[in-house]
């Protein structure tokens, strides 16, 4: 429920009934993760969506009799080729998805109004986090402001309330206390005390929303200007920052949400300093300039960072690499720097280049994803692909086309 943001307020002041339909359980090849929800007025309108159109029309009729009935619902979409009709996921993925109307004190498994206009009053890039019993068995809500603050016990008689008993909530306390600090999201089933229960245990869907992660880039230059706007596409809260004002202050650089001028490895040891760097956040040093590269890099070595890249080519690495052993760096700290930055995507314009970092950045979040670092190649780095320097000097011509008995036809070569 948290994606819903500062669309929900005009939603909740419509005065229509309202429902809401959220993903707790997904499998295999699917759109969205679990957290994900849709809103569905009485009249059918909709706001979000759960799959991008393979199930929102059987959410849609479900939601309508769950607001009709006043309890809540569990459905469940695959795929079938027995039932082309059927509505489910084409790409083969599971589902499951939770429906509640949006009505009552939330303990007949309805989602209390007040607890909606709470979460419409917190801003897009707060901190929260929602934790909602799904089950068959209770019901309940539980928002936590502060998820990095999270303290088990002080919630103790909140989670206890929600599930139900004394041993769930300590396990709930348990999970929470790793889950929320780290900004995780998912389906929490936890045990129940009661003697000879043969039912479903407690299940709680919590939905973490963390502060935006930080992406420090270091270098006022035509690369850095590029990342810029990528990288704020992606949610990160970016940091320009250079020593030189005269390039720092330019224009080209306002995509930043800050512009620190500044020694770099002056400023990000003072930005640790000060608990404002942690293990989310992204470090791409653009300047290639050793009188600011090799400070900077060995302040940045002794931090936990999500990722850290340097731009450079082959052989000015290496040259980096023998100072900073001659400095004490230690090869092993020097295993955790993407250097030369960027995977090898052929990349040669300033943006090309910013998309080869970006997408470096997400592959380090995910140890399944594949790609060949530009660390990782031998030679040059700059070896355009054949056809890549005539696709760069002119564009694409459209040519006008008319195939037989069909209209005029636009193909692009």
């Keep these: 429920m948290l994606n819903f943001g500062s669309e929900l307020r005009p939603w909740l002041d419509s005065g229509r009934q309202l429902a809401v339909a959220t993903v707790v359980a997904a499998s295999g090849s699917v759109p969205r993760p679990v957290g994900t929800s849709m809103l569905v007025a009485s009249d059918g309108a909709v706001l979000g969506s759960l799959s991008g159109g393979c199930v929102e029309g059987a959410v849609i009729e479900s939601a309508l009799d769950a607001l009709a009935t006043g309890r809540p619902r569990r459905e469940h979409f695959g795929f079938s080729r027995e039932d082309a009709f059927a509505a489910g996921l084409t790409c083969g993925g599971e589902l499951e998805v939770h429906i509640a109307p949006a009505g009552g004190d939330g303990d007949d498994g309805g989602l209390p109004p007040a607890l909606l206009s709470r979460l419409a009053a917190i801003g897009p890039q707060e901190p929260v986090a929602l934790v909602r019993r799904i089950d068959e068995g209770g019901w309940g809500t539980l928002l936590?402001?502060?998820?990095?603050?999270?303290?088990?016990?002080?919630?103790?008689?909140?989670?206890?309330?929600?599930?139900?008993?004394?041993?769930?909530a300590r396990s709930a306390a348990a999970q929470l206390s790793v889950l929320l600090p780290s900004g995780g999201s998912g389906v929490l089933r936890l045990p129940s005390d009661v003697d000879g229960c043969t039912g479903e245990p407690p299940t709680l869907?919590?939905?973490?929303?963390?502060?935006?992660?930080?992406?420090?880039?270091?270098?006022?230059?035509?690369?850095?200007?590029?990342?810029?706007p990528q990288a704020r596409l992606l949610g990160y809260h970016v940091t320009l920052c250079d020593a030189r004002p005269v390039f720092a202050r330019q224009p080209r650089f306002a995509a930043a949400d800050e512009v620190a001028i500044d020694w770099p490895h002056r400023y990000l040891a003072a930005e640790a300093a000060a608990g404002r760097i942690d293990s989310r956040t992204v470090v791409c040093i653009l300047t290639h300039d050793p009188k600011f590269d090799l400070p900077l890099l060995r302040t940045a070595l002794d931090l936990e960072l999500a990722y850290l890249g340097a731009m450079g080519s082959q052989r000015s690495h290496r040259q980096r690499v023998r100072d900073l052993l001659a400095e004490g760096v230690r090869p092993e700290d020097l295993e955790r720097l993407h250097a030369p930055i960027g995977l090898d995507l052929q990349a040669a314009t300033p943006a090309e280049v910013g998309v080869s970092i970006i997408a470096q950045v997400i592959a380090s979040r995910n140890s399944a994803a594949t790609g060949q670092p530009l660390s990782a190649r031998s030679g040059p780095i700059h070896t355009p692909a054949a056809g890549a320097a005539a696709h760069r000097s002119r564009p694409p011509a459209v040519v006008l086309s008319r195939p037989a008995g069909e209209n005029l036809a636009l193909t692009r070569a």
């Design 144 to 168: 936590v402001p502060d998820p990095q603050q999270f303290h088990a016990a002080g919630w103790l008689p909140e989670l206890c309330r929600l599930a139900g008993s004394g041993a769930a």
């Design 205 to 228: 869907l919590v939905e973490t929303r963390l502060p935006a992660p930080r992406l420090l880039v270091f270098g006022a230059n035509d690369f850095g200007a590029a990342l810029l």
